[in-house]
């Protein structure tokens, strides 16, 4: 069954391992550029002590390198398109699964061969990308502190794995329902494209209860290493959240910034005893005044200590359910005609 | 060779199958001895394929029972390696070449004869080592032909095998079948809507039509049975009552029954006449479609 799996598929193994190639070449030689410029930078700032301000002045890489890591995002859900969806649909719309369903091997094995490979390949192939971005983005997870931020944690760690798994199990499954390529397609990457949105923006914010702190306005605090932050404000005298947010931002220095906000957005919302500092040239006092009257900063974040317990959590989402969408294809191929 | 004690290969008691709302099979009794070459013989839709894919295990029947190779059609190596199935539209990998196709029977199938496939392709002329997909339809219908033969089995069902062959390649390929079935330990059940294609090869029929079984049986006890009885225009009454009256074709000065016979004929107004077995099946299947030709008149019931 393997030989009639590699027969079947060799064009394509031959392609996916050739792009692989490409990539993986492009992303060493240019990965090493960018960890010598950022080691000579953080040598230069160190001399000068002005390390504090280098994630603001030094930019790593090129706009076009970090535009296409930022597209292996897609890449689970083009491997359970390009893949997936075509491995059982394409038999049955071409009927050569009568052909195969007719030699002497039974379909459950048939399809346990087919899926054994295919999910073995794409993890292989997904779960090397994302090592290749995992240890190109090494230096700017440690200027930006970006690897626990949606987006970049989508593409880095282990739960780019987990997506493919997801995604090619997504495909096969569809295809074998609707036996049909184009329509298992378009399936697929809907189905997938939905539960992708509705577990980053709703399920992995909770998957452990996120910290809260509150602070004083006039020294705002910044968790270490990279955390997430969730929400951010200013809470009343009473505790309560104020609509006002941002004021204890740690934007707090930069000061145009920092009025403009207040004069367009706080203005009225500001107590009746603050409200005339907030004409002046400098934000200090009005804040100063608001810290007097008993407001304070909050910021809510998962910190950076839980990065590695969120991505497992994440990822068993996704291999658990591509579990559960394999078991259904293996239901519908042994009981349904072909 | 043939006898009546051979065991039966193909066993099926009330078979039927139905998708949502249609009924493709209905009520299906039929028995294939072993060492047969059954013809199955029914217009388009008739049900045909069903019964194939239900013999094969493709499908799953609705109702009634099936026995095959002396048990139930499965999705298992011990069952599949005893069946051989071509389907109709020869479904093959068309960018795998013949030589993969031997490939991947032999990695399929405990019992393989890949050397048979050469030894064909190259009587027939055609290359191994080009996609089946650059084929032309009767090379294509020929590979098949001969991979499904590859698995040496016991039951080979044939969906239209030779509706890709031109007239020569037809009679090789059913004297090759023939051959095969002579070797022994061979029963095919082949299916075509047109009798000619078969009637040389085959010794055994199964009639269908409107998802029905008409007839099963030998062809040579089937044509013993019926007989055509030619008399003047009378009453029948007693002719029906005793016999089974597949058809009557009535004129003003002249009659013609086909009758399935329960006894001997012994009203000597009638002339009593041997039925062939084209004659045979159109018979059948006039009755099923009720008002065949202006003249005819078709009565009977249904089996």
Redesign the interface.
Known sequence: ?T??VW??HRNQAYFAAAALAAFAVLLLVTGHQIASQYQSAVTACVASQTCGDLANVLSLGSPVLTLLVTLTVAVPALLGVFWGGPLVARELE????????????????WLTVKIGWVMLAAAAWGGAVSALVTWWSGPENALKHQNFQPGQFDIQGIVPVGYVLFAVALGVTAGTLLRRTLPALAVTLGLFALLRIVVAEFLRPRYMTAITTAYNLLHPVTPRGSFWQLASGTLGPGGKVQSFLGIGSAKIELREQFSAHLNQVIVDRVPPACSAYLHGVSPLPAVACLTRQGYRGFLTYQPASRYWAFQSIETGIFVFLAVALIAVAAIAV??R?? | MMASSDPAVIQTRRLSKRYRRVTALSEATVTVPEGRISALIGPNGAGKTTLLRLLTGLARPTGGDITVLGGTPRQNAAFLSGVGFLAQEIPLYRHLSAEDHIGIGAHLNARWDGTSVRRRLESLDIPVDRQVGRLSGGQRAQLALALTLAKRPRLLLLDEPVAALDPLARRQFLAHLAEAVADGGLTVVLSSHLLADLERTCDHLILLAKSRVQLCGDIDTLLAEHQVLVGPAKDTTAIERDHTLVQAVRTARQTTLLIRRSGPVIDPAFEVADVGLEELVLGYMGQVAGAAPAQLTSIGEDQ
Do not use: C, H, P, V
Not at chain 1, 95 to 101: E, L, P, R, Y
């Open positions: 069954m030989w009639l027969r079947q071409t009927g050569t699964n009568q052909f195969a369903w007719t030699q002497g091997i039974s379909r459950s094995r042994r009981r005609d072909a």
